[in-house]
């Protein structure tokens, strides 16, 4: 189906360690996104980038929730941003920027769904607190925050929590995790296929798996794609690169298996980080999996 679309840049990454990946948003633009997205058939209307703080000077004012108080603002404006969006029933697609932006998007959607759905397309699972996180980097926090895990300044957007349940979350392509991350998904039985059950299994049956599980009661779906969780050898330009990753011909069949059952209502694609690409190699890799997500074919 045709969609209309409005289409939302945060060019941040004060929630990672690494800086360039608030270049993001430009070279997902640059790579054509926009254009693409029209040519198959879709109403786009690009609202631009959000205003982001600029911290030249990199001192992070909580040694376990590194920039919490810029973080939260700019989700905040993020979360009244998207809930605009889903409030004139259009399809919120939003371009990274760290994977912190993905707690602002979350609370944006999840303000409109009673159930929402989500699948968590990453290298990690994102589930760290202040508490468990190794660096006090927010960007793997944001699937831990939207359950209603972590400083309440986070958890509370948009005041309300949780925006999500574990049992409508499926996490793909997970290959690096923390001890806290594993100890709360064995606790909540969260449907996680690693790297593992990827090459046992065959993206086919975990996307049909995938799917199968997050509409199981759910009233609208939420994709979130971090570039990362592909393999570095497709998309070099990510702050936290994990070798032994999903192929590019996986992601792009991932893709057209979503793009055929039709079941999402929301999107973002995070996490490209110019400055450690190569000649923009994983921002045009970002855009053409959109291009099978949204309808794209070979023939």
Do not use: C
Not at 79 to 92: G, L, Q
Not at 100 to 108: C, D, N, V, Y
Not at 280 to 299: D, H, I, P, R, W
């Amino acid at each position: 189906m045709k969609k209309n679309m409005s289409i939302v840049g945060v060019p941040m990454d004060l929630g990672q360690g690494r800086r360039g990946v608030d270049m993001g948003p430009s070279a997902i633009r640059y790579a054509n996104a926009i254009k693409r997205l029209e040519r198959l058939g879709h109403h786009i209307n690009d609202l631009g980038d959000l205003n982001i703080p600029r911290l030249e000077k990199r001192i992070p004012n909580e040694q376990n929730l590194k920039f919490l108080e810029e973080v939260v603002a700019v989700n905040e404006e993020l979360a009244k941003k998207v809930s605009a969006i889903m409030a004139e029933d259009r399809f919120p697609l939003v371009f990274g920027g760290d994977h912190s932006i993905a707690i602002g998007t979350l609370a944006g959607v999840a303000k409109h769904k009673q159930n929402l759905g989500v699948i968590w397309y990453d290298a990690h699972g994102d589930l760290n607190t202040g508490d468990t996180s190794p660096s006090g980097n927010i960007h793997g926090m944001p699937l831990a925050v939207s359950l209603g895990n972590g400083h309440e300044k986070l958890t509370n957007i948009l005041d309300y929590n949780p925006k999500i349940k574990p049992e409508n979350v499926v996490i793909i392509g997970a290959r690096e995790l923390d001890a806290g991350e594993k100890e709360y998904i064995r606790e909540s039985g969260m449907k996680v296929f690693t790297m593992h059950e990827i090459d046992r299994l065959g993206m086919t049956h975990v996307m049909e798996e995938a799917i199968a599980h997050v509409t199981d009661g759910t009233d609208g779906v939420h994709l979130s794609l971090d570039l990362d969780g592909l393999d570095p050898s497709d998309a070099p330009g990510v702050g936290t690169p994990v070798i032994g990753g999903i192929s590019y011909r996986e992601s792009h069949l991932a893709m057209e298996i979503l793009a055929e059952a039709d079941i999402l209502t929301s999107a973002e694609f995070v996490e490209v980080n110019p400055i450690l690409d190569e000649r923009n190699k994983t921002a045009n890799v970002a855009v053409a999996l959109m291009g099978s997500l949204f309808g794209e074919k070979l023939l």
